[in-house]
């Protein structure tokens, strides 16, 4: 029966590396391997494609059309119990190939970012095609309450689950105490893409504002000029250090005395987790993500999105007054990955049931 039996599982989306929902996806094809499932990896190509222990890789390889052809073959063949796939392009790619191989009722859609987040044509044309895809196909999943929202408001989405980022939080070495926090000096953090979104540089004005803080960015991106050119403008070159992309950062966590999210938009915010299991006090913009995992200010401070004094405040009151780490650690717990998972499980069982 569904309820007992180890699944076939088929994860889809366009690498096995690279961002934050292709991270997700390859961990949680991982977890449910080790969980005694049959999971394939389909991707479009690589040059160099990250082996994922216990799970099959299948390169679709180039041309989106051949992609689709190619994967409609695959699920028609090997008749998966659940297809799944992640981002705008795969989710139409995904979705096509469902309806060609007469496996729609099997196939889910996930969303990971709102969909100006994916500007790409074709990304933009599978966020377009949300009413008629989530309509067709199984179901749809959403890393977030305020993500969901927005998709049902905006796009019309139907048949929808929010299910939040499996999150690793098990390297985590929380801080002990608040004077542990204090000792600390005014060490802020802030870890993600340099990409526009982040807003970094509302971030950077911030700590401008405060004479004394210190910023260590770690990440990578195109926006990295211009985060450059303001820390130049103003001076801030002893405070502001730019690690660029570090896999494991979590040394980073272990140093800081405060954690600063300063996104114009984020759809989820897997670093605001990695923060409250290292202990530290987060000071986030009020976007859907972070907002959610911060118990709408419970967990941490919010602040308006774009306005450096406001954050500079929230940020000074943090660092004079930290808190107890223990009620943000215990926050963590509820995005640990092993939640996410058992809920993933259990949705992939509610469909491939009905669908059989």
């Known amino acids: 029966m569904i309820a007992n039996r180890p699944l076939r599982l088929l994860f889809y989306t366009h690498a096995t590396t690279g961002g934050g929902a292709e991270r997700v996806w390859a961990s949680l094809a991982e977890k449910l391997a080790r969980r005694g499932h049959a999971v394939t990896f389909a991707y479009d190509h690589e040059a160099a494609a990250r082996p994922i222990p216990g799970v099959t890789l299948v390169q679709l390889g180039r041309g989106h059309a051949g992609a689709v052809l190619r994967l409609a073959r695959h699920l028609a063949a090997e008749r ?23 496996r729609r009722r099997h196939a889910l859609l996930s969303f990971h970012g709102h969909p100006e987040s994916e500007p790409e044509r074709l990304s933009r044309l599978g966020n377009e095609a949300t009413p008629v895809l989530s309509r067709l196909t199984a179901g749809s999943v959403f ?29 985590a070495v929380p801080a002990p105490d608040a004077e542990t926090l204090r000792a600390r000096g005014p060490a802020l953090l802030a870890v993600g893409r340099l990409a526009p979104a982040k807003d970094f540089v509302t971030l ?112 000074r009151a943090t ?30 069982r509610t469909v491939a049931a009905g669908a059989g």
Not at 84 to 102: M, R, T
Not at 145 to 154: I, M, N, Q, S
Not at 274 to 280: R, T, Y
């Open 80 to 102: 998966p119990d659940i297809s799944i796939s992640a981002l705008g392009v795969s989710n139409l790619k995904h979705g096509l190939a469902a309806l060609a191989a007469g």
């Open 143 to 171: 890393v977030s309450e305020g993500l969901r929202d927005h998709y049902v408001r905006a796009l019309r989405a139907a048949r929808t689950h929010c299910i939040h980022n499996p999150v690793e939080i098990a390297h």
């Open 204 to 315: 950077v004005r911030a700590v401008a504002l405060l004479p004394e803080a210190r910023l260590a960015l770690v990440g990578e991106g195109s926006e990295r000029p211009r985060i450059e050119a303001e820390i130049a403008r103003l001076g801030l070159g002893e405070r502001v250090r730019l690690a660029g992309h570090v896999d494991e950062p979590w040394r980073f966590y272990r140093e800081a005395a405060c954690y600063v999210s300063s996104s114009k938009a984020e759809a989820f915010g897997n670093v605001v987790v990695e923060a409250l299991a290292h202990g530290l006090p987060v000071v986030a913009t009020a976007c859907d993500g972070p907002a959610e995992i911060l118990g709408q200010g419970a967990f941490g401070r919010m602040v308006p999105v774009g306005d450096p004094a406001a954050m500079a405040e929230a940020i």
């Open 319 to 348: 660092l004079a007054d930290p808190g107890a780490p223990g009620p943000r650690v215990a926050r963590a717990q509820d995005f640990a990955a092993e939640v996410a998972v058992d809920r993933y499980e259990a949705l992939f």
